[in-house]
């Protein structure tokens, strides 16, 4: 009795000494959850910082007003797309600068100007051949080079520009004859070699085919599969077998279904490479399982009770499906879908397997195409040497995040307002 | 007549067939009843007969296009069907054939709706099946071009050589450029980075998963998980990018502050970011394993006078552990088969070492840059892209497989 009494005063008596110490665990413990969250929640932040603070730049650029004589010399009526418009730039920009006399200066004032500017007078003369022999007046893209310098990417330092064409520059400026103006060439150009003329209109117009394409097979092909395995299949080996392989087949690394795309879709099949089709093909065979898997989870949502009222009045189990349970589970389906098709447009492990990583300046007009896509757009920048693509890459990777940001939140708004609690 | 116009056509064919059939039923249902011609009612409604009559359209479309694909693709065409619009001529006359005879011998008694839904149950089938026949044709594609590579190469070569360098001579006088397939220091490499990834993903996604479903209220939870999920959503060819850009720079001037020698695409670098990338992946799905622990054990915990931390220390994570290695394992198998990440950040050489600070190369960069650029399939250098794909599908499989027994198993325990 009185030894128990001792204990127990005992035990409360080290409970109460260890309290401090446990306390501290706690709250130690405690800190290292908030820390990791802070930790990943911050990483998240660095990553969007980098990236908007690299790119927003690259929706500007700067432009230079020249005052080109149309040589009628230089043109040749017959065969306009091939006259030297080249020429006729460089000739106006020698004009500018009479004590620029060496080879080697001249070339380096040449640099300053885009060969945009001779393409956009190209098209110029071509819409209206009546300038010719007159002086037109336009603004022109710099050189990518000019464009990051003026953008002050360099610091106060003239990175790869030579003195002498800083002092051109400054010399533009003072005559206020260069302007910072929104960098349409960036959304309606395709992919370029001069980083200033480079854009992302052929990379979207292919992210919008291989979508179109995966979207068109994916999405009734999903439906269908899970319809299949939720409402006909009988439970048994059969459908296990299937339901194991779509779970599977939902981890598997993206990069091996394009070594099957190269295999069969190329190799055996002999479809075009490139082209938008097969990497809409690939991506199909990618999404599927995302697809059925949010596709089965809305089906079995719809309560039992809905199916047993229409076979009860005589439908038969196709109609009931059609007619009753199909556009129930239909909001559930959509949202799965749309994250399914964000998951795509994201994608590229696969794609340089079917060959889309090669360089495609033109803008594709239809499946069969060659195109690049916005994700491989961005590896073919980002291992670009040149510096200028750094912010092109940050800017469009600030386009597909739009595009990824947009698209779920359509999912997350539809999940929002069709959910339906029976 | 291209594939396009061929499509239009049937499309139309099949349409024409629809409203055929469909006008044909509607004539003998308003005609069964009436007594001056009493016949019997059509067992399905009209809708369906005119179905029935346009599938009549598309199947035979349908199966010359499998024979033409199958005899171009695989077989001699035969001579007659060498032009190229003799297969189209025998697409849309076949149907128009079956569409006709498919309305004249439409009678009352057709079970059309029954036929339609026969067939839909089979296109059904026939679409969850694609997940098989998809397994199927990974498996195929990536075992047949890698019984050639191993042809030239041996198994064992190729699973035990120490060395890689896939650069092939072109001339056989050549000097230097042998070739090696020796997978080690590539698998090396690939385990060295996930290891890091794993090191930054693990602890991070752990403890954000357990203040998340331990101690935060529900406001930060309807904050946090969303920012979690918007990292999960980034596309890798972001977070390569990001990689290669900035991280990969500032690791290497934290070394040199260190006065260590640090490669500009080392493992460190790519496995810190693909660390980041696999954060949400591990949270997530240990958010659920320790959210189904049943609140009894808690209580049962918190009776005996335990703190909250040496409850969840004591027994809610042992008790969710093997759907934390299940999880865990996931996410290994996502970091071994990651690619853009070090495609873009980490280097192209094969160097068998274990310091994070050099460069390494893994089975998908390999795999990459093997198969981009020239491909020719009866080199070993093409081939051997094949025999990485499968390594990487066998372990991947085997690592899956794995970890869903184990989650699905401890799932089942508690529910």
Same mark, same amino acid.
């Given at each position: 009795?009185?030894?128990?009494?001792?204990?127990?005063?005992?035990?409360?008596?080290?409970?109460?000494? $260890?309290?401090?110490?446990?306390?501290?665990?706690?709250?130690?413990?405690?800190?290292?959850?908030?820390?990791?969250?802070?930790?990943?929640?911050?990483?998240?932040?660095?990553?969007?910082?980098?990236?908007?603070?690299?790119?927003?730049?690259?929706?500007?650029?700067?432009?230079?007003?020249?005052?080109?004589?149309?040589?009628?010399?230089?043109?040749?009526?017959?065969?306009?797309?091939?006259?030297?418009?080249?020429?006729?730039?460089?000739?106006?920009?020698?004009?500018?600068?009479?004590?620029?006399?060496?080879?080697?200066?001249?070339?380096?004032?040449?640099?300053?100007?885009?060969?945009?500017?001779?393409?956009?007078?190209?098209?110029?003369?071509?819409?209206?051949?009546?300038?010719?022999?007159?002086?037109?007046?336009?603004?022109?893209?710099?050189?990518?080079?000019?464009?990051?310098?003026?953008?002050?990417?360099?610091?106060?330092?003239?990175?790869?520009?030579?003195?002498?064409?800083?002092?051109?520059?400054?010399?533009?400026?003072?005559?206020?004859?260069?302007?910072?103006?929104?960098?349409?060439?960036?959304?309606?150009?395709?992919?370029?070699?001069?980083?200033?003329?480079?854009?992302?209109?052929?990379?979207?117009?292919?992210?919008?085919?291989?979508?179109?394409? #995966?979207?068109?097979?994916?999405?009734?092909?999903?439906?269908?599969?899970?319809?299949?395995?939720?409402?006909?299949?009988?439970?048994?080996?059969?459908?296990?077998?299937?339901?194991?392989?779509?779970?599977?087949?939902?981890?598997?690394?993206?990069?091996?279904?394009?070594?099957?795309?190269?295999?069969?879709?190329?190799?055996?099949? $002999?479809?075009?490479?490139?082209?938008?089709?097969?990497?809409?093909?690939?991506?199909?065979?990618?999404?599927?399982? #995302?697809?059925?898997?949010?596709?089965?989870?809305?089906?079995?949502?719809?309560?039992?009770?809905?199916?047993?009222?229409?076979?009860?009045?005589?439908?038969?189990?196709?109609?009931?499906?059609?007619?009753?349970?199909?556009?129930?589970?239909?909001? $559930?389906?959509?949202?799965?879908?749309?994250? $399914?098709?964000?998951?795509?447009?994201?994608?590229?492990?696969?794609?340089?397997?079917?060959?889309?990583?090669?360089?495609?300046?033109?803008?594709?007009?239809?499946?069969?195409?060659?195109?690049?896509?916005?994700?491989?757009?961005?590896?073919?920048?980002?291992?670009?040497?040149?510096?200028?693509?750094?912010?092109?890459?940050?800017?469009?990777?600030?386009?597909?995040?739009?595009?990824?940001?947009?698209?779920?939140?359509?999912?997350?708004?539809?999940?929002?307002?069709?959910?339906?609690?029976? | 007549?291209?594939?396009?116009?061929?499509?239009?056509?049937?499309?139309?064919?099949?349409?024409?067939?629809?409203?055929?059939?469909?006008?044909?039923?509607?004539?003998?249902?308003?005609?069964?009843?009436?007594?001056?011609?009493?016949?019997?009612?059509?067992?399905?409604?009209?809708?369906?007969?005119?179905?029935?009559?346009?599938?009549?359209?598309?199947?035979?479309?349908?199966?010359?296009?499998?024979?033409?694909?199958?005899?171009?693709?695989?077989?001699?065409?035969? =001579?007659?069907?060498?032009?190229?619009?003799?297969?189209?001529?025998?697409?849309?006359?076949?149907?128009?054939?079956?569409?006709? !005879?498919?309305?004249?011998?439409?009678?009352?008694?057709?079970?059309?709706?029954?036929?339609?839904?026969?067939?839909?149950?089979?296109?059904?089938?026939?679409?969850?099946?694609?997940?098989?026949?998809?397994?199927?044709? !990974?498996?195929?594609?990536?075992?047949?071009?890698? !019984?050639? =590579?191993?042809?030239?190469?041996?198994?064992?070569?190729?699973?035990?050589?120490?060395?890689?360098?896939?650069?092939?001579?072109?001339?056989?006088?050549?000097?230097?450029?042998?070739?090696?397939?020796?997978? &080690?220091?590539?698998?090396?490499?690939?385990?060295?980075?996930?290891?890091?990834?794993?090191?930054?993903?693990?602890?991070?996604?752990?403890?954000?998963?357990?203040?998340?479903?331990?101690?935060?209220?529900?406001?930060?939870?309807?904050?946090?998980?969303?920012?979690?999920?918007?990292?999960?959503?980034?596309?890798?060819?972001?977070?390569?990018?990001?990689?290669?850009?900035?991280?990969?720079?500032?690791?290497?001037?934290?070394?040199?502050?260190?006065?260590?020698?640090?490669?500009?695409?080392?493992?460190?670098?790519?496995?810190?970011?693909?660390?980041?990338?696999?954060?949400?992946? &591990?949270?997530?799905?240990?958010?659920?394993?320790?959210?189904?622990?049943?609140?009894?054990?808690?209580?049962?915990?918190?009776?005996?006078?335990?703190?909250?931390?040496? +409850? !969840?220390?004591?027994?809610?994570?042992?008790?969710?552990?093997?759907?934390?290695?299940?999880?865990?394992?996931?996410?290994?198998?996502?970091?071994?088969?990651?690619?853009?990440?070090? &495609?873009?950040?980490?280097?192209?050489?094969?160097?068998?070492?274990?310091?994070?600070?050099?460069?390494? +190369?893994?089975?998908?960069?390999?795999?990459?840059?093997?198969?981009?650029?020239?491909?020719?399939?009866?080199?070993?250098?093409?081939?051997?892209?094949?025999?990485?794909?499968?390594?990487?599908?066998?372990?991947?499989?085997?690592?899956?497989?794995?970890?869903?027994?184990?989650?699905?198993?401890?799932?089942?325990?508690?529910?």
């Amino acid at each position: 009795m009185n030894s128990t009494r001792i204990t127990e005063k005992n035990t409360s008596e080290l409970v109460r000494k $260890g309290l401090k110490r446990r306390y501290r665990a706690e709250r130690r413990f405690r800190f290292m959850g908030i820390a990791a969250l802070c930790i990943s929640v911050l990483f998240l932040v660095i990553l969007f910082g980098s990236i908007i603070s690299k790119g927003y730049s690259a929706f500007f650029q700067w432009k230079v007003r020249l005052n080109v004589f149309v040589d009628p010399a230089r043109m040749d009526v017959d065969n306009l797309a091939s006259a030297d418009y080249a020429g006729a730039v460089k000739a106006a920009l020698r004009r500018e600068f009479p004590e620029i006399r060496k080879r080697r200066e001249k070339r380096l004032l040449y640099r300053i100007v885009s060969i945009g500017a001779s393409y956009q007078l190209r098209d110029m003369v071509m819409r209206d051949s009546s300038i010719i022999g007159s002086t037109v007046s336009f603004w022109a893209p710099l050189d990518d080079d000019v464009d990051i310098y003026l953008k002050g990417a360099y610091g106060k330092g003239s990175g790869r520009l030579k003195p002498l064409q800083v002092r051109i520059i400054e010399k533009f400026r003072q005559e206020g004859r260069i302007k910072k103006v929104f960098n349409t060439t960036f959304f309606t150009a395709g992919d370029s070699r001069d980083p200033e003329l480079a854009g992302i209109r052929g990379a979207v117009t292919g992210s919008f085919y291989t979508l179109l394409v #995966t979207l068109l097979l994916s999405f009734p092909i999903g439906v269908a599969a899970a319809v299949y395995l939720e409402e006909f299949a009988r439970p048994g080996r059969w459908s296990d077998i299937i339901e194991v392989n779509i779970n599977n087949l939902a981890a598997v690394p993206s990069i091996i279904f394009g070594l099957l795309g190269l295999a069969i879709f190329l190799n055996l099949f $002999g479809l075009p490479r490139s082209s938008t089709l097969v990497g809409g093909l690939v991506l199909t065979l990618m999404t599927l399982p #995302t697809i059925i898997i949010a596709s089965r989870a809305a089906l079995k949502s719809v309560p039992p009770s809905i199916r047993e009222a229409a076979l009860g009045v005589g439908a038969s189990r196709m109609q009931t499906v059609f007619h009753h349970v199909l556009p129930l589970a239909l909001p $559930g389906m959509l949202t799965g879908t749309i994250i $399914g098709m964000a998951q795509a447009l994201g994608e590229t492990a696969p794609l340089p397997m079917i060959g889309m990583v090669a360089f495609v300046a033109d803008i594709p007009h239809g499946m069969t195409d060659p195109s690049a896509v916005l994700p491989v757009q961005i590896y073919l920048w980002a291992d670009s040497p040149e510096r200028a693509f750094v912010e092109k890459t940050s800017g469009a990777i600030m386009v597909l995040l739009a595009f990824l940001m947009a698209m779920n939140g359509t999912a997350v708004y539809l999940r929002k307002k069709f959910e339906r609690k029976w | 007549m291209t594939s396009t116009q061929l499509f239009i056509t049937v499309a139309l064919l099949a349409c024409a067939g629809f409203f055929l059939g469909k006008k044909r039923a509607a004539i003998m249902r308003d005609s069964s009843g009436s007594h001056s011609s009493p016949g019997i009612r059509p067992h399905s409604t009209p809708v369906y007969y005119g179905f029935w009559v346009s599938l009549w359209a598309v199947i035979p479309a349908l199966l010359v296009f499998v024979c033409e694909f199958v005899l171009k693709r695989f077989g001699h065409v035969p =001579f007659s069907f060498r032009a190229g619009v003799a297969w189209e001529a025998v697409a849309v006359t076949s149907g128009i054939v079956c569409v006709i !005879i498919a309305w004249l011998r439409l009678r009352p008694e057709t079970r059309a709706r029954n036929h339609i839904e026969t067939g839909m149950n089979f296109l059904f089938m026939a679409c969850a099946t694609i997940a098989i026949f998809t397994t199927l044709g !990974i498996v195929l594609s990536v075992i047949f071009e890698s !019984i050639r =590579f191993f042809k030239v190469i041996p198994v064992q070569e190729f699973l035990f050589g120490l060395k890689w360098s896939p650069q092939v001579a072109i001339r056989p006088d050549q000097v230097g450029s042998t070739g090696a397939f020796g997978s &080690v220091p590539v698998l090396a490499g690939t385990f060295l980075i996930s290891f890091i990834a794993m090191a930054v993903a693990a602890p991070l996604g752990l403890m954000s998963a357990i203040y998340l479903s331990e101690y935060a209220g529900s406001r930060l939870r309807a904050w946090a998980k969303p920012c979690l999920e918007i990292l999960a959503g980034i596309p890798t060819v972001v977070y390569g990018f990001f990689a290669a850009l900035v991280v990969a720079p500032q690791v290497k001037a934290a070394g040199e502050i260190l006065g260590l020698q640090v490669s500009s695409e080392s493992a460190l670098a790519a496995g810190l970011v693909m660390g980041i990338m696999i954060i949400p992946l &591990v949270s997530s799905l240990s958010d659920d394993v320790i959210s189904a622990v049943p609140q009894a054990m808690r209580d049962g915990s918190y009776a005996l006078g335990a703190t909250k931390a040496e +409850t !969840i220390k004591n027994v809610v994570i042992p008790a969710a552990l093997p759907g934390i290695v299940g999880g865990l394992l996931l996410a290994v198998s996502r970091a071994v088969g990651e690619t853009m990440i070090v &495609v873009m950040a980490a280097g192209l050489s094969a160097n068998l070492t274990m310091n994070p600070l050099k460069a390494v +190369t893994t089975v998908t960069v390999q795999i990459v840059t093997l198969l981009t650029g020239d491909q020719e399939f009866d080199s070993p250098k093409t081939l051997a892209a094949f025999a990485l794909g499968l390594l990487l599908f066998i372990l991947t499989l085997l690592m899956n497989i794995i970890a869903l027994k184990i989650v699905r198993k401890y799932r089942e325990q508690y529910e």
